[in-house]
C-alpha cells in the first residue's frame, strides 16, 4: 500500500500571499488530520477531517482553514500569510477517528519571507 | 500549562546503552502514542498503547494509567536509533504533544 503523499515537499511565499497544501491518505483511510511543526512550538494540532467533516480544530487562526474531498484526499490552505507560518506541515491519515493510530506523510516544508 | 510533558529533552548515549525517555500528562486519555522523527521530518507511529506493556524488537513501550506516565526504552542502542522520540496523547477530538527527546546514539 502506498504511504500518505503531501504536495508540494517544499514551498516558499512571501508575507501576505496564501498557499494550498495537499494530502492523499493511504487508501482506505477516511480520516485526515493536519498538524504544524515549529522549532519553538513542537508539534501542534490543526485540524482533522472525517468523511468530509471537519471533526475538530486546534487553537489557530481563521486563516488557517482545510476541507476533505470524497476521495478522501484533503488540502489546507492558509491565507494573509506570516512570518511565523514558516513550519513544516505534516498530514496523517488513519483507518478511524483519533485516537486512532495516525500514519504520517513527509511534510510540507513552508518558508515565509 | 503543558498538557504533555518529556523528559529529557536531549539525551547523547553510547551504542549499547540501555536507554530511558519518559513522558507525563494531565489530561484524561484512552491511549497514548509513542512516535519517531529522523532528520528531514518523516515520522513513524511507535507504539500506541492503553496499558501494560507493548514490546517491538529493541523498543519497549510502559504505561501507568494511574499514574498517568510512560515511558520508552531502548535494549541495546545503536546509532540508527538517533531521531527525536515523541509523546503524543489524544484527548477529546486532538493529541497533544510532548516538546519531544532528541536522542543521539554515539558509535
Known amino acids: 500500500k502506498a504511504g500518505v503523499t503531501q504536495t508540494p515537499r517544499y514551498l516558499i511565499k512571501t508575507r501576505g500571499q496564501q498557499v494550498t497544501l495537499s494530502c492523499s491518505p493511504i487508501?482506505?483511510?477516511?480520516?485526515v488530520s493536519w498538524y504544524q511543526q515549529t522549532p519553538g512550538q513542537g508539534l501542534q494540532f490543526l485540524f482533522e477531517?472525517?468523511?468530509?467533516?471537519?471533526?475538530n480544530k486546534g487553537n489557530f487562526p481563521g486563516r488557517f482553514s482545510g476541507r476533505q474531498f470524497s476521495n478522501s484526499r484533503s488540502e489546507m490552505n492558509v491565507s494573509t500569510l506570516e512570518l511565523g507560518d514558516s513550519a513544516l506541515y505534516l498530514c496523517?491519515?488513519?483507518?478511524?477517528?483519533?485516537?486512532?493510530?495516525?500514519?504520517f506523510g513527509p511534510g510540507t516544508r513552508l518558508t515565509v519571507l | 500549562k503543558n498538557e504533555v510533558e518529556q523528559s529529557p529533552q536531549n539525551l547523547t548515549a553510547q551504542e549499547g546503552e540501555f536507554i530511558t525517555i519518559n513522558c507525563s500528562y494531565s489530561?484524561?486519555?484512552?491511549?497514548l502514542h509513542w512516535l519517531q522523527q529522523h532528520p528531514g521530518g518523516g515520522i513513524v507511529s511507535l507504539f500506541m498503547?492503553?496499558?501494560g506493556k507493548k514490546k517491538h524488537g529493541r523498543l519497549i513501550a510502559t504505561i501507568n494509567i494511574q499514574e498517568k506516565h510512560s515511558s520508552l526504552h531502548i535494549t541495546a542502542s545503536h546509532p540508527r536509533d538517533s531521531a527525536v522520540y515523541i509523546c503524543?496523547?489524544?484527548?477529546?477530538?486532538?493529541?497533544?504533544f510532548g516538546t519531544g527527546t532528541s536522542l543521539t546514539v554515539i558509535p
Open positions: 496523517a491519515s488513519s483507518l478511524g477517528v483519533v485516537p486512532n493510530e495516525q500514519f
Open positions: 503524543a496523547v489524544p484527548t477529546g477530538n486532538q493529541f497533544y
Open positions: 498503547l492503553s496499558s
Open positions: 477531517y472525517f468523511s468530509e467533516t471537519q471533526r
Open positions: 489530561v484524561g486519555i484512552s491511549a
Open positions: 487508501s482506505g483511510h477516511r480520516s
